[in-house]
């Protein structure tokens, strides 16, 4: 079956770095996508990556080894608004493609 | 560029009824996808289509169903609701397919169906 597993929660102080992991099990593995939930809201994409190594995107990068199927959210000097859920999803595809979401990190970020 | 839309926003039915939600994609984007979220079960697929045709469904019964117009909105319909229907229902639309598999899927801000 397909999987993806990532901790439920995390919690940091402002101004710090913390890691949100994603391992993953698939077949027809394509990309790894992160996005972002805060409570009341809407997912909004934060990164995608489909080759191994890092990508970054001001204080957010998105790290995929695809040989280990894991792949990590690194968010730097935290605020207090990334204080939010976080998915990793990975896209599969066998001709068409379909999305699977992990079912989300909550990072709380104290002051 | 107007985001995604979704009505209702908030609905109340009760068990047994049917409900049919509405999503509106951002102007030019031909994908729309459902996804339920419940709390500890994450975001889960319900259907894609594009071009008025249905590309992926996900594993949910067949009370379950929806379809997509000429003018890419789009409306997903529950038959004889259960209490665990509860949930967050999102609408996601993208350029096309491969869009979205890269990243490039805009959410709406969901439909907040509550069954009693």
């Known amino acids: 079956g397909q999987s993806l597993e990532q901790p439920s929660e995390v919690t940091a102080v402002e101004g710090a770095i913390v890691q949100i992991n994603c391992t993953y099990q698939?077949?027809?593995?394509?990309?790894l996508s992160w996005y972002q939930q805060h409570d009341g809201g809407a997912p909004t994409f934060l990164s995608y990556n489909a080759l191994d190594g890092l990508e970054e995107t001001g204080r957010f990068s998105s790290f995929l080894s695809r040989s280990d199927s894991y792949g990590y959210l690194l968010l730097q000097e935290l605020q207090m608004k990334d204080s939010a859920s976080y998915f990793c999803a990975v896209t599969i595809t066998s001709g068409t493609y379909k999305y699977i979401f992990g079912t989300g990190t909550r990072l709380k970020v104290l002051a | 560029k107007a985001g995604v839309t979704q009505t209702p926003r908030y609905l109340i039915k009760t068990r047994g009824q049917q409900v049919t939600l509405s999503c509106s994609p951002i102007s030019g984007h031909r994908s729309v996808s459902w996804y339920q979220q419940t709390p500890g079960q994450g975001l889960q697929f319900l259907f894609e289509?594009?071009?008025?045709?249905?590309?992926n469904k996900g594993n949910f019964p067949g009370r379950f169903s929806g379809r997509q117009f000429s003018n890419s909105r789009s409306e997903m319909n529950v038959s004889t609701l259960e209490l665990g229907d509860s949930a967050l229902y999102l609408c996601?639309?993208?350029?096309?397919?491969?869009?979205?598999?890269?990243?490039?899927?805009?959410f709406g801000p969901g439909t907040r169906l509550t069954v009693l």
């Open positions: 698939t077949s027809g593995f394509y990309g």
């Open positions: 996601a639309s993208s350029l096309d397919s491969r869009a979205s598999g890269e990243g490039g899927q805009f």
């Open positions: 289509y594009f071009s008025e045709t249905q590309r």
